[in-house]
Every structure is written in structure tokens, then in C-alpha cells.
């Protein structure tokens, strides 16, 4: 088989500054690593400010822009991970996020000296997707998004790739700093009405602490670009609603500034000048360009053939967004060759793509061992294609970005998808 390497795109980041630090308070619920949960399928003048809630920067990055040796025993030995050189932390398993749904907020952990996760680098306020609807607006508009509830996905994943200043197709507004969740939920910032920071939308700002998002985690703009820039895919994030309520912290993290004063403050928050983004040409025979990630209500934008082009704008795998002709989109990772590589987020390996690739038909929880139990290593979203290591007793043991671990083989099909040698 025509061995391929992948093309990431790569660009040197000098963060700027995000403002002053303020103190963190402990959350009630902690966040061990291994969680049990149920089965579940221009600059203005202006009086001295301290925005909140933020950090101070961390220093400019010194990371190599070539992967390190893999120790032998990791899953880095089947599917060696990308080191972004315009990241701030390069390492999946630095940071450990946890996603409050019932405080709205992300807390950011590091390990302590006993390796756990315990150690507080950040908290941040957030709202993630809305449970509760207007039940008389929903019956009169059954196909309207905006009466229909969109949870944030519950449970363990792996952080994804990343967007500096996206478009939303399905919402027609935009966000900066987007880092993937899982499938169509992104972490980002709150919205703009168009790609330009003087149109920072209000009403997404005052709502921070409360879940009214369509499934995405929104944020502060300097909460967001933290996340950006620190949050390598790869990285383990778990989605509870299982913490103790805590208003006192929800409301601590909530920012004092009007807002037109944060709306003049985000305008400080910059990126350095960015190189193009790669292009990419359809390898199968008929792409579909799509305004979700493999959603049953995804509308087809387009039709895409073999040989024509795209601009890669959120390298992931299995859904890339990519823009083709005029339209904003995603399709399949594996429809999509740049430069003689495949695109994907987190996983450099020599690989091509066919029918013959394993593939999951839903979304399944990745186990340490081949047994079915509470606990587990994350989920591992439908359509991912999957670099199997072996098959045995109905279970198949894969390696899924710094993880090894093992699925049960009814879920594991052969189709079109990337093929890894």
C-alpha cells in the first residue's frame, strides 16, 4: 500500500497578553481521571480595568516542531502524535479538563507530584447547550434549531482540532478560538455577527453561566484563546453533570464589565499575522459538503468530485471543515488529500484511504481492558476511522490518540474511511 504522510498546518504563535490574574476557588465536585457514570449512550481610552475572569500569559513557546520518541508501551507507537509548534503546550496529557454542565463552568487541571490530577490551573465561566425549550415555539416550528433542545454531549473524550476565527454554516455567525470537543461541539468564544471584532454579540455575552449554546461551550474570549493554545488534541475532557451545584463559584467567575467595556477589551486580545491555510483536493469519487458533522438533520450543501479543491479551516478527523467555492462546510477526513497527505487533527501515521478501512457505526466507549464496565479510558465518536491493533472474542483492540485500548467489535465495520498501514 502507497504509504502517505499527513500535512499539518504549522504557525509560530506569540500569545498577547490576557490580563491580570485573580484567585480560584476549588470546585466541590474535584475531577479524578478515571470517572464512573452511568451507561448512557482600534484601541479606545478608558478608565483601568481588570478583566475577568483570566490569567496571566505563560511565557512564549519553545516547542519543538518535530515529535518526540514515543515511549515503547503508548499508543504513540502505533499512531505517533503531532507536535504543533504554534501551541503553547504540545503534551495531551498535561492538562485535564472538566466540564461542569450543572456550574457552567471548565475547570483546567495539572498533575501533582503523585501524578493525579488535582492541581487548579484555570477555571473558566461558560454556557454550554441548552435541555430546556419553549414547548408552545416548538410545536409551531418542529423543524426551527432553535426550539430544539441541544445538550453538550455527556462523557469522556479526546480535544480535537482547531479554527483561529470560524464561521458557523448552520447559524451564520462567527467565533474566535475554536478547539473541538467532539463531532459538531466546539469549544470557542462567544459570537460575532460577522468576522470582525466590533461586532461582538451581546446577548452571548450576558448569558455566560447559563447552557443556552446549540451544543457548543462558549466563552470569554481570553478563557477561549487560553483553551487554544494550551489544549492539544488529544487532550482528555469529561463532560459531567454529576458535580455538587456551586452558585458561589459560577457567579466568582462571572466577568464585572459592562459590556461595552469587555467588547473594547476583547479588541486587545490579538494573534500575530497567519500563514495561508493548506488546500486540499476530494479523493472519492462523490464528497458530500454538509453544514454539521454527520448529524440525521445535516443539510447537503454540495456534492464535491474527485480532483476538486478545498481550503482546510479545521483539520479533525472524521469531519474536516472545509471551504469549496463560495460554501463553508464539512466532509469526511478521509475524502480530502493535501499535499500528498491526509488531514487530520491529532495523529500523524503513514496511511491512505479506501472502502477497506475499519470504521465505528456509533459512538462507543474505549475500555482498558475487553470487558464491559462503569469505567472507561473516553468515547470515541461515530465515524472515526480506527487503527486496529488486533480482534479477538467480539473485542478489538485499537489505538486512539495517546490511548490504547479496546471496543467491542459490533461496532467496528469496514467502509470508506482513512486506512492506517
Same mark, same amino acid.
Given at each position: 500500500?502507497?504509504?502517505?504522510? &499527513?500535512?499539518?498546518?504549522?504557525?509560530?504563535?506569540?500569545?498577547?497578553?490576557?490580563?491580570?490574574?485573580?484567585?480560584?476557588?476549588?470546585?466541590?465536585?474535584?475531577?479524578?481521571?478515571?470517572?464512573?457514570?452511568?451507561?448512557?449512550?482600534? &484601541?479606545?481610552?478608558?478608565?483601568?480595568?481588570?478583566?475577568?475572569?483570566?490569567?496571566?500569559?505563560?511565557?512564549?513557546?519553545?516547542?519543538?516542531?518535530?515529535?518526540?520518541?514515543?515511549?515503547?508501551?503508548?499508543?504513540?507507537?502505533?499512531?505517533?502524535?503531532?507536535?504543533?509548534?504554534?501551541?503553547?503546550?504540545?503534551?495531551?496529557?498535561?492538562?485535564?479538563?472538566?466540564?461542569?454542565?450543572?456550574?457552567?463552568?471548565?475547570?483546567?487541571?495539572?498533575?501533582?507530584?503523585?501524578?493525579?490530577?488535582?492541581?487548579?490551573?484555570?477555571? /473558566?465561566?461558560?454556557?454550554?447547550?441548552?435541555?430546556?425549550?419553549?414547548?408552545? /415555539?416548538?410545536?409551531?416550528?418542529?423543524?426551527?434549531?432553535?426550539?430544539?433542545?441541544?445538550?453538550?454531549?455527556?462523557g469522556i473524550y479526546k480535544t480535537g482540532g482547531h479554527e483561529l476565527f470560524g464561521?458557523?454554516?448552520?447559524?451564520?455567525?462567527?467565533?474566535?478560538?475554536?478547539?473541538?470537543?467532539?463531532?459538531?461541539?466546539?469549544?470557542?468564544?462567544?459570537?460575532?455577527?460577522?468576522?470582525?471584532?466590533?461586532?461582538?454579540?451581546?446577548?452571548?455575552?450576558?448569558?455566560?453561566?447559563?447552557?443556552?449554546?446549540?451544543?457548543?461551550?462558549? /466563552?470569554?474570549?481570553?478563557?477561549?484563546?487560553?483553551?487554544?493554545?494550551?489544549?492539544?488534541?488529544?487532550?482528555?475532557?469529561?463532560?459531567?453533570?454529576?458535580?455538587k451545584r456551586n452558585s458561589k463559584l459560577t457567579k466568582s467567575l462571572k466577568s464585572?464589565?459592562?459590556?461595552?467595556?469587555?467588547?473594547?477589551?476583547?479588541?486587545?486580545?490579538?494573534?500575530?499575522?497567519?500563514?495561508?491555510?493548506?488546500? &486540499?483536493?476530494?479523493?472519492?469519487?462523490?464528497?458530500?459538503?454538509?453544514?454539521?458533522?454527520?448529524?440525521?438533520?445535516?443539510?447537503?450543501?454540495?456534492? /464535491?468530485?474527485?480532483?476538486?479543491?478545498?481550503?482546510?479551516?479545521?483539520?479533525?478527523?472524521?469531519?474536516?471543515?472545509?471551504?469549496?467555492?463560495?460554501?463553508?462546510?464539512?466532509?469526511?477526513?478521509?475524502?480530502?488529500?493535501?499535499?500528498?497527505?491526509?488531514?487530520?487533527?491529532?495523529?500523524?501515521?503513514?496511511?491512505?484511504?479506501?472502502?477497506?478501512?475499519?470504521?465505528?457505526?456509533?459512538?462507543?466507549?474505549?475500555?482498558?481492558?475487553?470487558?464491559?464496565?462503569?469505567?472507561?479510558?473516553?468515547?470515541?465518536?461515530?465515524?472515526?476511522?480506527?487503527?486496529?491493533?488486533?480482534?479477538?472474542?467480539?473485542?478489538?483492540?485499537?489505538?486512539?490518540?495517546?490511548?490504547?485500548?479496546?471496543?467491542?467489535?459490533?461496532?467496528?465495520?469496514?467502509?470508506?474511511?482513512?486506512?492506517?498501514?
Open positions: 500500500m502507497k504509504r502517505i504522510s &499527513a500535512f499539518i498546518l504549522v504557525f509560530v504563535f506569540l500569545l498577547s497578553g490576557c490580563g491580570s490574574s485573580v484567585p480560584v476557588n476549588e470546585p466541590s465536585g474535584g475531577a479524578p481521571p478515571s470517572v464512573t457514570e452511568p451507561s448512557d449512550t482600534p &484601541a479606545v481610552s478608558e478608565p483601568e480595568v481588570t478583566p475577568a475572569p483570566s490569567v496571566s500569559p505563560p511565557p512564549s513557546p519553545t516547542v519543538s516542531a518535530s515529535p518526540t520518541e514515543p515511549p515503547a508501551e503508548t499508543a504513540d507507537t502505533y499512531v505517533p502524535q503531532v507536535t504543533y509548534s504554534y501551541m503553547l503546550n504540545s503534551d495531551p496529557g498535561k492538562y485535564y479538563l472538566l466540564l461542569d454542565l450543572k456550574n457552567q463552568v471548565m475547570t483546567a487541571y495539572e498533575k501533582d507530584e503523585n501524578g493525579e490530577y488535582t492541581k487548579i490551573v484555570r477555571q /473558566m465561566l461558560c454556557s454550554t447547550g441548552k435541555t430546556d425549550v419553549d414547548e408552545e /415555539m416548538a410545536a409551531l416550528y418542529p423543524d426551527d434549531p432553535k426550539y430544539k433542545p441541544k445538550p453538550t454531549s455527556r464561521y458557523f454554516p448552520e447559524f451564520h455567525c462567527y467565533a474566535r478560538y475554536w478547539t473541538q470537543l467532539v463531532g459538531g461541539n466546539f469549544m470557542h468564544s462567544i459570537m460575532y455577527s460577522r468576522k470582525d471584532l466590533n461586532t461582538l454579540q451581546s446577548s452571548a455575552y450576558r448569558a455566560l453561566g447559563r447552557n443556552v449554546s446549540h451544543g457548543c461551550v462558549r /466563552m470569554y474570549v481570553e478563557d477561549a484563546q487560553w483553551i487554544y493554545y494550551n489544549i492539544p488534541p488529544g487532550t482528555t475532557i469529561n463532560v459531567s453533570d454529576k458535580e464585572k464589565l459592562s459590556f461595552a467595556k469587555y467588547k473594547e477589551y476583547q479588541k486587545t486580545i490579538t494573534d500575530p499575522p497567519q500563514p495561508p491555510n493548506m488546500t &486540499a483536493v476530494i479523493t472519492a469519487e462523490k464528497a458530500q459538503l454538509r453544514n454539521g458533522c454527520g448529524g440525521d438533520n445535516d443539510r447537503i450543501y454540495a456534492n /464535491m468530485k474527485k480532483g476538486e479543491k478545498v481550503e482546510i479551516l479545521l483539520p479533525s478527523d472524521p469531519w474536516c471543515k472545509v471551504k469549496y467555492k463560495k460554501r463553508i462546510g464539512y466532509t469526511l477526513t478521509a475524502n480530502l488529500k493535501a499535499d500528498g497527505g491526509i488531514v487530520v487533527s491529532g495523529n500523524v501515521a503513514e496511511y491512505t484511504s479506501g472502502n477497506n478501512a475499519k470504521v465505528l457505526s456509533e459512538t462507543v466507549r474505549m475500555y482498558r481492558e475487553p470487558k464491559v464496565t462503569n469505567e472507561y479510558i473516553c468515547k470515541i465518536p461515530k465515524f472515526e476511522s480506527l487503527k486496529v491493533l488486533e480482534e479477538s472474542g467480539g473485542w478489538t483492540k485499537v489505538a486512539y490518540f495517546n490511548e490504547i485500548g479496546y471496543v467491542q467489535s459490533k461496532y467496528v465495520k469496514t467502509r470508506w474511511g482513512i486506512v492506517y498501514n
